[in-house]
């Protein structure tokens, strides 16, 4: 467990709001884990490169932004890459809720993933976030895949493994 003083973080999106809303989860992506909450990373770059993602696409109807908030004073359970990865690409949507509903009842407010050289963060509670700002212009050219590289639409927001995790086997 893991509680924070103060984490600043990034959520890339291409929608336009003023707070996060239970009711819009998983809509840029049809993949069950982004129903478990709100995705962040200490990453701007991390941040354009999902919200540039799902404008090429075409799958949203706004211009690519980052959200900044503090995701300070959450409780987060660290969970390792490697059963991050399990749940992107293996899991069904039951072992998800039963594992998000486990966490919740023992108090965590998200979870912690700490990656080689990003660490991603999900907020089980949209009330849980304070947003602190809003960029629109990148701070740096995030690496884009040209669109013939793209996997289908459902498996879009899902990142290649870590080559340390496919060591851990």
């Given amino acids: ?50 919200a540039s993602t799902g404008s090429e696409c075409g799958r949203a109807p706004d211009s690519p932004s980052i959200v900044v908030a503090d995701l300070g004073g959450l409780k987060l359970k ?15 949507g039951e072992t998800i809720w039963r594992h998000l509903c486990k966490w919740k009842s023992s108090g965590y407010d998200g979870l912690r993933i700490k990656l080689e050289d990003e660490e991603w963060f999900c907020v089980f509670e949209a009330s849980k976030i304070n947003i602190v700002g809003r960029e629109r212009t990148p701070l740096t050219k995030p690496q884009t895949v040209p669109m013939k590289d793209l996997p289908p639409p459902r498996m879009l927001f ?12």
């Fill in 158 to 169: 899902i990142p290649p493994m870590p080559k340390a995790v496919q060591a851990q086997g």
């Fill in 78 to 92: 660290v969970i390792t890459p490697k059963k991050f990865w399990h749940y992107l690409r293996k899991a069904r």
């Fill in 1 to 50: 467990m893991e509680k924070t003083s103060s984490l600043i973080a990034y959520h890339g999106t291409n929608f336009e709001f003023e707070k996060f809303d239970h009711k819009l989860l998983g809509v840029s992506c049809e993949n069950p884990t982004t129903q478990m909450g709100f995705f962040f990373t200490d990453v701007v770059v991390g941040a354009w490169r999902w």
